[in-house]
């Protein structure tokens, strides 16, 4: 077993106890990162229209007969 000194349990931050003061508490916690920078107008909204979709669905990934059914929201048609 390894001991832990003192400057080890100094140097520990508990992060669920960790409140930084500059962002506000009923902050939405996001798995995912927003990378639609680069994007052109239209594949934009459609990312936006998924990102949408899965936060009110509270899904991480969706399938692909929930993003036929995104596309078709957005006025798609085959």
Same mark, same amino acid.
């Given at each position: 077993m390894t001991e832990i000194t003192l400057t080890d349990a100094q140097?520990? !931050? =508990? $992060?669920?106890?960790?409140?930084? /003061?500059? +962002?506000? !508490? =009923? $902050?939405?916690?996001?798995?995912? /990162?927003? +990378?639609?920078d680069g994007l052109s107008p239209e594949a934009r909204e459609?990312?936006?229209?998924?990102?949408?979709y899965k936060l009110r669905h509270r899904r991480r990934f969706?399938?692909?007969?929930e993003?036929?059914?995104?596309i078709a929201s957005l006025g798609y048609h085959k």
């Open positions: 140097a520990f !931050v =508990d $992060r669920r106890s960790y409140e930084p /003061t500059d +962002s506000p !508490v =009923d $902050r939405e916690r996001r798995q995912f /990162t927003n +990378s639609h459609l990312a936006q229209a998924i990102d949408s969706i399938t692909f007969e993003m036929y059914d995104v």
